[in-house]
């Protein structure tokens, strides 16, 4: 179940980011395999080969996680790897209809570089991961049953938000005092939303507090590292306004408290964050130093990345509020 879900998620996300922005479709003629008789292109950088590798290596490797134990060795690999070529030749034809994408022949070769490498490595640790594993163990020791689809929801928070995307509201417009209120509140709220939805999956023998700030190290960490990347290593930790790390304590007092409360409290805790949060993030004005410094790489090689971050920073309030509302979240 664990790695269905989790392969179902990949592919939403895969497919999300290698088609956005989603604007401008358009037939330009052409028949949108022709890329794949075109020949290697004559721009390519060190970083797209290289993310194009490694954004298809999970795939291949859930792949055969799901596949696992109906289909195993080496039919498990070969389905994987048709299944994830069949996806790239798929998915580099719609970008043919999207003036922003250039499919390529190049694109294809690493993609399914990738696949093959993440099935190699999925089927190597299929029986160790899957049935003769510590991590098994330890997850039944310290998660609930039904805790597959939450712990992967949670695990996924940290790249949420590398990137704020809007869903229905225009921006009001703030002075700079309410804007920095606003910004410690949204903060403090995402942060002890995402460790309650972490903390409900748990059981009691759980080393809470440990949990919890790995995954508050986690995400910091993924922040700072999509930042040195996307901008320059001296940019790494611009992300750490006053307001920001305002935000961070405000948190951290906020899930000192409701640590100590009983999981449904927390769960609805969690709820009302979550939806404060998005009231907030729709209506508030866009952060001036994102929007200086999106037009330097968001229409560069990071289009990829840039639509993933886009994708999880949207959906994901949606997935946590539908983890939170689960039959077996409230009778916790």
């Given at each position: ?199 409900c999956q748990t059981r009691r023998q759980a080393p809470r507090a440990v949990l919890a700030i790995g995954l508050l190290l986690a995400a910091t960490l993924t922040k700072a590292l999509a930042h040195a990347v996307l901008f320059s290593p001296s940019d790494a930790f611009a992300w750490l306004t006053p307001s920001a790390a305002s935000g ?85």
């Open positions: 179940m664990t790695a269905r879900f989790g392969l179902f998620c990949y592919l939403v996300l895969v497919i999300y980011a290698s088609c956005y922005p989603w604007a401008g479709w358009r037939n330009n003629g052409l028949a949108p395999w022709v890329y794949l008789f075109e020949g290697l292109p004559h721009y390519w950088t060190t970083f797209d080969l290289i993310t194009n590798v490694v954004g298809y290596v999970p795939l291949g490797a859930l792949i055969v996680f799901a596949l696992y134990p109906r289909v195993s060795d080496r039919a498990a690999v070969l389905c994987a790897i048709a299944s994830g070529v069949f996806l790239a030749v798929l998915l580099e034809c719609i970008q043919s209809y999207l003036p922003s994408r250039v499919p390529s022949i190049l694109d294809l070769i690493t993609n399914t570089s990738g696949v093959l490498i993440g099935a190699i490595v999925g089927q190597r640790l299929s029986t160790p991961v899957l049935k003769q594993s510590r991590l098994r163990a330890l997850k039944s020791h310290w998660f609930g049953a039904r805790s597959s689809a939450g712990l992967i929801v949670v695990a996924l928070w940290p790249l949420a938000h590398i990137d704020i995307g809007k869903l229905f509201w225009r921006d009001f417009s703030l002075d700079v005092e309410h804007f920095l209120l606003a910004e410690i509140v949204v903060t403090a709220l995402g942060m002890t939303a995402a460790v309650l939805t972490l903390l961070l304590l405000v948190g951290a007092v906020m899930l000192a408290g409701l640590s100590f409360a009983p999981v449904a409290a927390q769960r609805r805790a969690a709820i009302v964050a979550l939806l404060i949060c998005l009231m907030l993030l729709n209506v508030l004005p866009s952060n001036p130093y994102f929007l200086s410094t999106l037009s330097e790489w968001v229409q560069g090689k990071f289009l990829n990345f840039n639509g993933a971050a886009q994708f999880l920073s949207l959906f994901w309030p949606a997935f946590a509020l539908w983890i939170l509302l689960q039959p077996t979240q409230r009778q916790a």
